[in-house]
Structures are given as C-alpha cells and as structure tokens.
C-alpha cells in the first residue's frame, strides 16, 4: 500500500473527485479530505507513481494540485477510528499521545482517524476512551479493522 498526499485543493473537491481522477492509474483502498489537502491510499508502488508523474500541478476545480509521496512512516501502526469529534487536531492527538507515540491525526467533519506505533498503547486507548466524553462530546472510536 502507498499513501500519497495531495496539496492545494479547491474547497470545493470532493473525495468521489479524487478517486475518479486517481482510479485511472490504478486501485484506490482508502481516499480522505482533509480541509485542502488529501491522501490517496493506491495498492501498487509503480501505479502510485504514474499516478503522481502525471497528476502533480493538475489543475481540478482551478487549482493545480500538489501531488507527492506522502512522508509519514505509517508502516506497522495501528489505525483508529474516533467518531463523534469536537475538539482540534492537536487536542486529539495530546489525548491519544497519553496512551504512547501517534504517528498521524487527522480529523475528517466529526471523525477522524488517529495513527498510532504500537497496537498495546491502541488498544489502552480504546479501553479506556470509548465511549467517554473529551470536550463535551461522547466518543465512540475502535480500530479501523486496519494496520498498515
């Protein structure tokens, strides 16, 4: 698997855009918008980069797109699943940050999806945090059924 960031995006993209444009190169697993950046998950390494060679300074929706291999280590984390989020970025991870290394946050609408090193300090985080209230708001989370 090979995640691939993509910058600069119109406000208006959707991920059913991205994955129409990037599903011409290969399979698509996983796609997320995040504000105006996004991340394309695609199987094969020489798909992902034709998909890059010939996607980076496209222009959708009037903005040409910053396209990249993204830079995280994700490899072996422990991928979680938080619903119900009412709090910034950086509250979130400092909350799973309590519970070990989180190698990657990002908060889609009222989800996100929390990376963390070590499956242990995954599931402690779960224990201990499903279902509580963080910011007035009940979380559900568990794990995406998905390790990288």
Known sequence: MVKIFVGNLAAETTSDELMSLFSQYGKISECD????F???HMDD???AEEAIRNLHHYELNGQPMNVEMSRGKLRGSTKLHVG?????NQELRAKFEE???VLECDIVK???FVHMERMDDAMEAI???DNSAFKGELWEKGPSRSTN
């Open 127 to 129: 224990n201990k945090l």
């Open 84 to 88: 119900n989020i009412a709090c910034t």
């Open 99 to 101: 519970f070990g290394p």
């Open 110 to 112: 009222n989800y996100a």
């Open 33 to 36: 918008i995040v504000k105006n």
């Open 38 to 40: 996004g991340f394309v």
């Open 45 to 47: 390494k020489a798909q």
